[in-house]
């Protein structure tokens, strides 16, 4: 079974400039999350959907950043403009659901950003 | 609100060795707890996780933990450390709304 599937895994950009990412969860899960990790620190909650709906996005960012789930599958996460403090690693993870219960999260590999 | 503490930023054990990782937590409700690590440039991988039942919990690669509801605390152990086991542990709580907050991790080093 594949797990969760990101893309890119590095970018470095320029402050004010935008970028996104991309988030294939595994089959079958039905919520999907958004992280970012700052380094030395632990994943912070930007954004969970429930199939294509956002059902907590109270820490996104929500003047630059934005978030889209179309057909409640593959995601994408967008920065515009960048920031210098938006540089971090931006996790994304997926479970069952909450009608399966509360299941564990697998994480993706993460997109390691960096804004000079 | 939920919080979770990782009162060790980094740890040093040598191989062969027995290890205890601390993690305590706020929550107001009976939690969900879990153990995740975090290999260099990788996601995190759930090592184990604790919802209701047998307060001892066993997990993957000889990891355990153990939950005290008086002490707040999850602390996982394994009692004898590989130079593989190198990586940065995290613990995390959670709630049946599906949100999880994350401690700030523990670095494992490995010494020969």
């Known amino acids: 079974e594949a797990g969760v599937v990101q893309s890119p895994r590095y970018k470095i950009i320029e402050k004010k400039q935008p970028v996104a990412f991309w988030c294939n969860p595994i089959?079958?899960?039905?919520?999907l999350y958004w992280y970012r990790q700052n380094l030395g620190q632990g994943p912070e909650l930007l954004i969970r959907?429930?199939?294509?709906?956002?059902?907590?996005d109270s820490q996104l960012p929500k003047d630059r950043f934005s978030a889209e789930r179309l057909k409640g599958v593959d995601s994408t996460l967008k920065i515009q403009p960048a920031e210098l403090g938006d540089s971090a690693v931006y996790l994304c993870?997926?479970?069952?659901?909450?009608?399966?219960?509360?299941?564990?999260?697998?994480f993706g590999p993460g997109t390691r950003l960096t804004v000079t | 609100a939920q919080s979770v503490t990782q009162p060790d930023i980094h740890i040093t054990v040598s191989e062969g060795a027995s290890l205890e990782l601390r993690c305590n937590y706020s929550?107001?409700?009976?939690?969900?707890l879990f153990w995740y690590v975090q290999s260099p440039g990788q996601g995190l991988q759930l090592l184990l996780k604790?919802?209701?039942?047998?307060?001892l919990v066993q997990g993957i690669k000889g990891f355990e933990a153990e939950f005290k509801r008086s002490q707040s605390s999850f602390n996982l152990r394994k009692p004898s450390v590989h130079w593989s086991d190198a990586a940065e542990y995290f613990c995390?709580?959670?709630?049946?709304?599906?949100?999880?907050?994350f401690g700030d991790g523990t670095t494992l080093t490995v010494k020969p």
């Open positions: 993870a997926s479970s069952l659901g909450r009608l399966a219960g509360y299941n564990e999260q697998y």
């Open positions: 089959s079958g899960h039905n919520t």
């Open positions: 929550y107001g409700a009976t939690p969900y």
């Open positions: 995390a709580v959670g709630g049946g709304a599906g949100k999880s907050t």
């Open positions: 959907y429930e199939n294509e709906e956002a059902v907590d």
């Open positions: 604790y919802f209701s039942g047998d307060t």
